[in-house]
């Protein structure tokens, strides 16, 4: 069984640029979270997706958006880029149907530095 | 979902029970309560849950009190690979997608050798 998956691991920008992320997620799973989290806090959600649709939404401006393909992975774009927008981004998927756990499987995060 | 209140850090010699304590006393009575922990550079792991019996895993035991209003977590035996930050999370499980984790700062768990 294959876990979760994301790509880049680290990648640098400058402020203004867009940035894209990937994840894949775990075999079986139909719902992708994303997570923000700067150096010493823990993660803040995003966003979730569930079977392609956007599934609620953290405290985050719109320039944060994503999407879901139907092998359930997903993007996360990020526009107009800020210093602030530096963290390591976590994804994380989880399969509501036919478990009450409420258990996600995080990646390892892609690291992005805004300069 | 409730909030959680855990101390920053603590220390617990390798081979010796770590047990972390979380507050959460605005817990409602269909909210369980999760641990995960992050290891330095990955992403967060699941290690337990529970509602309000105790509950134990191949990874720790949980202890819920009666009022349901603090927690701990327990490690048996920690080792050093045990070193980590220690998240408490109150929520609702949720069958149909919504799965948002709230994170606080958690606990930094040392394990000294």
Known sequence: ?115 | DAKTTQPPSMDCAEGRAANLPCNHSTISGNEYVYWYRQIHSQGPQYIIHGLKNNETNEMASLIITEDRKSSTLILPHATLRDTAVYYCIVRVPSNFGNEKLTFGTGTRLTIIP
């Open chain 1, 1 to 115: 069984e294959t876990g979760v998956t994301q790509s880049p691991t680290h990648l640098i920008k400058t402020r203004g640029q867009q940035v894209t992320l990937r994840c894949s997620s775990q075999s079986g799973h139909n719902t992708v979270s994303w997570y923000q989290q700067a150096l010493g806090q823990g993660p803040q959600f995003i966003f979730q997706y569930y079977r392609e649709e956007e599934n609620g939404r953290g405290n985050f401006p719109p320039r944060f958006s994503g999407l879901q393909f139907p092998n359930y992975s997903s993007e996360l774009n990020v526009n107009a880029l800020e210093l602030d927008d530096s963290a390591l981004y976590l994804c994380a998927s989880s399969s509501p149907e036919g478990t009450a756990v409420g258990e996600q499987f995080f990646g390892p995060g892609t690291r992005l530095t805004v300069l």
